[in-house]
Nanobody, 114 residues
Framework: QVQLVESGGGLVQPGGSLRLSCAAS????????MGWYRQAPGKQRELVAT???????NYANSVKGRFTISRDNAKNTVYLQMNGLKPEDTAVYYCNAHFGLDFWGQGTQVTVSS
């Protein structure tokens, strides 16, 4: 069992930046593939970015060049640096840990609006 707690969401103007954090407990996440997903109102949950245990990253086309996923295994934490935010990035962002099974956090709201 892995418990994940997201933080760092909020309201930001278009073009602004936010840094999301996902703190894991109960287990060390160093062997897990970690990811960030998001779900906008009325839409399905979609992949934003993933990072393997070895540090390889993958991004949705819509966020490439603007978002960066990283992990600090010593702190048992995964981050999502979001720059150049757009209104269409508005969603609840969820942290995911995958190692055979999937574990999810409760989500953190990101709202991009002027």
């Amino acid at each position: 069992q892995v418990q994940l707690v997201e933080s760092g969401g909020g309201l930001v103007q278009p073009g602004g930046s936010l840094r999301l954090s996902c703190a894991a407990s109960q287990r060390r996440i160093s062997i897990y593939a970690m990811g960030w997903y998001r779900q906008a109102p009325g839409k399905q949950r979609e992949l934003v970015a993933t990072i393997t245990s070895g540090g390889n990253t993958n991004y949705a086309n819509s966020v490439k060049g603007r978002f960066t996923i990283s992990r600090d295994n010593a702190k048992n934490t995964v981050y999502l640096q979001m720059n150049g935010l757009k209104p269409e990035d508005t969603a609840v962002y969820y942290c995911n840990a995958h190692f055979g099974l999937d574990f999810w956090g409760q989500g953190t709201q990101v709202t991009v609006s002027s």
